[in-house]
């Protein structure tokens, strides 16, 4: 085994032990004999999971901010998810609300900053029981621009007890946003504890 070798199958073709294994009709354990051997530090098991969900590498990509516009989007984005996000969540990027103009404001926040692909962004509904899912779902799939094949096939059905004035506010139910990776719900987390610093990131370059 050369270092070389294998430094090109795992670090940069990002195949698994057992991957590289296979290929080289070998055992795993001498695989990671000679990991250990060339000082090549192996992945950790959110890292190996990681790479087997995005194999094509990190489904988001940072922009720059370019002009005000920019600077605006990115200050409100990180603004509605520090305010309306589940950040409790470590997994994905999470946000819910009534309103279907701050769930699309935020989608328009994912896609221009972080040039996500909005195919891969679930929707989660919850209405009240009184609530017809077929008139709900059609008014969130034509005021986000999305398509009903990205909303969860199990909506969250709550019986209706709510006050009048209540009910009128969300008449068309709840929408929770998930885009579903751990590395930017981490990287829009650590942006917003380090909220001094982003401040002077937003001036147009």
Known sequence: MKRYQLSKLYILEKKSVREIAKLLHCSENKINYWLAKFGIPKRSIADAAYLKWNPNGDPFSPASIKNSQDAFLYGLGLGLYWG???KSNRVSVRIGSTDPMLIKSFLGFLRTVYKIDTQRVRFGLQIFSEMSPKKALTFWCKHLN???????????VTPTR???TYRKKIQHGVVTLYFNNKKLRDTICRTIQNIDGVLLELKPR
């Open 84 to 86: 309306e996000g589940n």
């Open 162 to 164: 709510a006050q009048e």
């Open 146 to 156: 999305v398509s009903p094949g990205q909303f969860y096939k199990k909506l969250v």
